[in-house]
């Protein structure tokens, strides 16, 4: 049953910002702490960005840190990864991930739900 719902991927200039969204389906993510992680054929996962379920606590992997910021909007019922200065290098599907009553965790291993992922494709 699907819980949560990547939206936002697409095809994105180099240097610009773009904004990715993580709705949640039937549950209030006021008691979920979320994590944005993204994926290359053939890579593992990374870890992009964590808030805690409060919302006060956030982490970022090294790949985008000071070029992406997670926030939650309660009232949306809804995550978002803004980033910044895209590179080609951030081409990936990414992956909205939850926990209940979390912390902001980096490992995917503490995330129990996972959406479809969404693709964001970089030109130069």
């Known amino acids: 049953q699907e819980q949560h719902t990547e939206s936002g991927g697409g095809l994105v200039r180099s240097g610009a910002s773009h904004t990715l969204s993580c709705v949640a389906i039937?549950?209030?993510?006021?008691?979920?702490?979320v994590a944005w992680f993204r994926q290359v054929p053939g890579m593992e996962r990374e870890f992009v960005a964590a808030?805690?379920?409060?919302?006060?606590?956030?982490t970022y992997g090294d790949s985008m840190r000071g070029r992406a910021t997670i926030s939650k909007d309660k009232a949306k019922n809804t995550v978002f990864l803004q980033m910044d200065d895209v590179r080609p290098e951030d081409a990936a599907v990414y992956y909205c991930?939850?926990?209940?009553?979390?912390?902001?965790?980096?490992?995917?291993?503490?995330?129990?739900?996972w959406g479809q992922g969404t693709q964001v494709t970089v030109s130069s």
């Open positions: 991930a939850t926990r209940l009553f979390g912390g902001a965790s980096q490992r995917p291993a503490d995330y129990f739900a």
């Open positions: 039937g549950r209030e993510f006021s008691t979920y702490a």
């Open positions: 808030i805690d379920y409060s919302g006060t606590s956030t």
